[in-house]
């Protein structure tokens, strides 16, 4: 009899530890946050099937047994209790990108991120996280800013968007930060740090690749502005001078070949002082000073020829200072006639060289 009531208490006391078992596992599952509806990030858990997970709860429940299996956080008392092992954003399918990318789901790089910069830019720098999914969202959380050594973060927006390649839904989260360029020299845009919460307490820590930037110093067009219009005027300048001395190069030449005319012409009639005829010589040099008086006023008193040329108007409007007796001469010729001494026929030719500028020895 004592027997039976020593095995009868056997037999509760191994029905309460086994009963004591179960709640205490139960309890560690309610504690460690393992649910069978919804253990997620905060989305369906069909979302975070993933390789070497299983979706939904058994994916998690298998993770939080594996991390509980090996040491005293699964203890059958429930003194103590282990933390459930996260997934890691790869087994999650979940992607971070630095700079500019393509189309949602792009593993992507930075290569396509503005490389280099002037300083006082504002440069738009997006960051994007992307995960497959099945109608569902995640939670990001941006945990650092952009600030760096030269580098100043004015602003950051966010912006979400879908799409469907190779059949399964991309989502992706891109936040766009408003970064403006203080310093110069090869700058690094800092890796950004986001985490997204989980229902188990924890956050699962997401960080992107730092990015190279050279910043240079802003172009200062004012000295080489400056130069070129020196360089321009100095041109000008150089071209005037040219163009002046050219012309007077050719007043001089066309002067000289004229003066050279008149020089032969009155050469010839000096040879002639002693044999020519006084009247048609000294017509002949008042032709000859005609040309010079046409060549000299021609233009500016829109006298069309030579012949034309009235040498007493312009004695008259004191044209031709000094040429009054060399004229009186002309007319004894025209009007008095008569023969005249060869030397005063010379000296009539003198004063007409001297009255010309026409020198004799050249």
Known sequence: MKEKNVNSKTAKVKSKK???????AET??????????DTTLVVPADSLSAPGLDAGSDGLESAADGSNAGGDASSVDGDSEGMPVLPTAEQLGITITAGNVGSAGDAGNAANAPLSATVG?????PVTVSWSVNGSAILVVPTSSANAKGILQLGVSQESSRSVKDGKEMAQITFNYKLVMQDTGNLNIPAMRFEIPTPMGQSLDLRSDSVPIRVDAPFNATPFIAGGAVGVCVLLAALWRMRKRANARAVAAAKDAFENALREKMMVLKQRVMVADSREWLLEIEGICKEYAFKKFGAAEGIAAASAVNLDALVADGKLDGWKPLLEEFAHARYGGGKRDSFENKETWKLAMSLMGVKEDE
Do not use: C, L, P, W
């Open 28 to 37: 560690a599952a309610v504690k460690n946050g393992v649910q069978t509806e």
């Open 121 to 125: 830019d504002t440069i738009n720098f």
């Open 18 to 24: 086994s009963k004591t078992k179960a709640e205490s």
